[in-house]
């Protein structure tokens, strides 16, 4: 079963700097996706960005980009030039197929808090 | 284009009563998903969707969840008897197979308090 873990519970980060978010994953498969969802305070949750396990580049999306590192198995999240908007939690999520079944697996989340 | 749309946005309930919460996903998805995004336990999966058939009813917590589609478009979850631990937010996505990255698009989703 596929595994995501996220160990900051929370961020801080000053507005217009950039921050990571650590995701790190267990899986057995060879073939996987990640992604990235921010969840503002409204509740609905946003995608963000994605990375296939044979992608050869790190994804990016605008501000967003995918530090991805197959051999330690890690997908962190780089925001950069942070905004006060940027304020949300964070999850990372992994593509799951099991059973005929498709879900996405989910982290605990990062609660990222950007100071003016 | 709509996105994913829930209802109600809020429900409150005495243990005991049946409730029923609707998504109505993005049109043209093909796949639908139900998860609970509660304190203790994160965002749990619930139930996956494939046109109007699931292939995989484990996710559900108890015998009294039970979810149908319908035209493959709307769905309903059911919680039957409902008790406090079943108090969260219910969220439903849906996604197209045909796309690039297959994401799931959130609703708003529906916060229940049993009370």
């Known amino acids: 079963a596929q595994k995501i873990t996220q160990t900051q519970p929370g961020m801080f980060v000053q507005e217009k700097e950039a921050v990571t978010l650590d995701c790190t994953y267990d899986t057995s498969d060879q073939s996987y996706g990640l992604f990235w969802y921010k969840q503002p305070s409204s509740g609905e949750m946003i995608f963000l960005i994605y990375q296939g396990s044979y992608d050869e580049q790190n994804a990016t999306e605008g501000r967003y980009s995918l530090n991805f590192q197959k051999a330690r198995k890690s997908a962190n999240l780089v925001i950069s030039a942070s905004q006060l908007g940027d304020s949300a939690m964070y999850f990372c999520?992994?593509?799951?197929?099991?059973?005929?079944?498709?879900?996405?697996?989910f982290g605990k989340g990062t609660k990222l808090t950007v100071n003016p | 284009g709509a996105g994913v749309s829930q209802s109600p946005s809020n429900k409150v309930t005495e243990k005991g009563k049946d409730v029923e919460l609707r998504c109505d996903p993005i049109?043209?998805?093909?796949?639908l998903y139900w998860y609970r995004q509660s304190l203790g336990q994160g965002l749990e999966f619930l139930i996956y969707f494939q046109g109007n058939s699931a292939p995989d009813k484990s996710g559900l917590p108890s015998d009294r969840f039970s979810a149908e589609r319908t035209g493959g478009s709307v769905s309903t979850l059911t919680i039957q008897r409902t008790q406090q631990e079943d108090s969260a937010v219910y969220l439903c996505?849906?996604?197209?197979?045909?796309?690039?990255?297959?994401?799931?698009?959130f609703g708003p989703g529906t916060r229940l308090t049993v009370l």
């Open positions: 996505a849906s996604s197209f197979a045909g796309g690039p990255y297959n994401e799931q698009f």
């Open positions: 049109s043209g998805h093909t796949a």
């Open positions: 999520a992994m593509r799951d197929f099991q059973g005929g079944s498709e879900k996405l697996v």
